[in-house]
């Protein structure tokens, strides 16, 4: 039987900017957007092999850092993106493998008019959607149990065999037997009409 019990553990409740010494507390929501490092350093990196490299830094000091640098996107860009891809996807083009961003068949011409432009609105569009998707589902299924179903497939191919040679080695010994009964008879049967033929010559 196992006892527990609650001991108190330790946890962040401050962080503080190492750039401009804002403090936030764990109950503000400018904690939540705290960015922090905390890495071991490798092999071949510059600070040092098997060094600790930690770093906080507030939302304020990391636009102003890297804003440059940073690529911020939101929820729906993404969901565009994944719709774009999945409308996008073909098992017979792709081979079972979901297609990257490098595919030629995601990218649309700059200079494609805007009524040419795929439609996330229009009903018939959102019914192809839902039909591709389904296929690629079967095709994931399909390609997920496909190992399972061929060992089934083995496995029961092999018991027919089996079953099949029992069957016939059955006939051939049965076969056998009757062939040896019957020559048993035909052995007693000439020796008991040659006895008899023996009495009457006597």
């Known amino acids: 039987m ?11 409740k401050q962080i503080r900017c190492d750039r401009c010494g804002r403090l936030a507390d764990v109950s503000e929501g400018e904690f939540q957007e705290f960015v922090s490092i905390d890495l071991k ?29 940073l690529r911020v996107s939101d929820a729906d860009d993404r969901r565009r993106q994944l719709e774009d891809r999945l409308m996008q996807f073909d098992p017979d083009k792709h081979g079972g493998e979901f297609p990257t961003v490098a595919d030629f068949s995601l990218r649309e ?9 795929r439609s996330l609105n229009s009903s018939l569009e ?21 190992p399972t179903t061929r ?6 191919q092999q018991q027919q065999r089996s079953a099949c040679l029992d069957r016939a080695r ?13 020559s048993d008879e035909q052995s007693v049967d000439s020796s008991s009409s040659n006895g008899a033929s023996h009495h009457s010559e006597e």
């Open 41 to 69: 350093a490798g092999y071949a990196s510059i600070f040092g092999d098997g060094r600790d490299v930690q770093l906080d830094l507030c939302q304020h000091c990391l636009k102003t850092a890297l804003g440059a640098w």
């Open 109 to 117: 011409p700059n200079n494609l008019p805007p009524q040419d432009r």
């Open 2 to 12: 196992q006892i527990k019990d609650v001991r108190p553990e330790s946890f962040v």
């Open 151 to 156: 060992s089934f497939r083995d496995n029961r």
């Open 170 to 182: 059955q006939r051939r010994q049965a076969e056998f037997v009757r062939r040896r009964q019957a």
């Open 126 to 146: 959102h019914r192809r959607r839902l039909a591709q998707m389904r296929r690629i589902r079967r095709h994931s299924m399909h390609l997920f149990f496909m």
